[in-house]
């Protein structure tokens, strides 16, 4: 069963999730796509975990306000508005989630990033840290929920079924048609 985190609060920069984690490389091609399994991917931890998360996706170059999406009741997604870089936002919703006693831990592996957050008191994790954490809680979860699957032994064949006489004309249909 999942632990209680109630004041533990994840902010992603995606864009470079995306470019670290292996399966969402090879979707970078198609950003709506990668953007879309990494929210999937993240919701399912977040919700197993019981942590709030926040997806911070750069659109510095556009010229849209910022948006949100909420997802969940504990998964949000942002897009930058306007002048905005996903790592001043995220620097902002620490600083303010930090001021409220809030455990923020900041997700990126971006090297100025990460001594600008530890400098507003927050934890950092580095984009491949997170991955190991969800490949680990996946395992987890299919342990805890799907349990061992055991195959059957024997395999359901038709002839086991069937009388003798039936068996043989089907054998003879067979043959036939070879």
């Not at 399994?37 to 019981?50: P, Q």
């Not at 170059?61 to 949100?68: A, F, I, K």
């Not at 002048?83 to 997700?107: F, K, P, Q």
Request: charged fraction near 30%; proline fraction near 1%.
């Amino acid at each position: 069963m999942a632990r209680q985190r109630d004041s533990e609060y994840y902010l992603i920069d995606g864009y470079n999730v995306i470019n670290a984690w292996p399966e969402l490389i090879r979707l970078r091609g198609n950003l709506d796509e990668a953007r879309d399994v990494l929210v999937h991917i993240l919701t399912e931890y977040g919700a197993f975990e019981n942590y709030e998360m926040t997806i911070v996706f750069d659109a510095f170059l556009t010229e849209d306000e910022e948006h949100e999406l909420q997802i969940t009741d504990r998964m949000k997604v942002i897009y930058t508005g306007a002048g905005e870089t996903a790592d001043s936002c995220i620097e902002r919703l620490a600083y303010e989630s930090v001021r409220t006693s809030r455990e923020v831990h900041v997700v990126t592996s971006d090297g100025a990033e990460q001594s600008a957050i530890l400098g507003a008191g927050a934890y950092r994790i580095s984009s491949r840290e997170l991955w190991r954490r969800v490949k680990k809680t996946k395992k987890r979860i299919a342990d805890e929920y799907l349990g061992e699957v055991t195959l059957p032994l024997l395999r359901n064949e038709v002839g086991s079924r069937i009388d003798s006489s039936t068996a043989a004309k089907l054998d003879a249909l067979r043959r036939n048609r070879r």
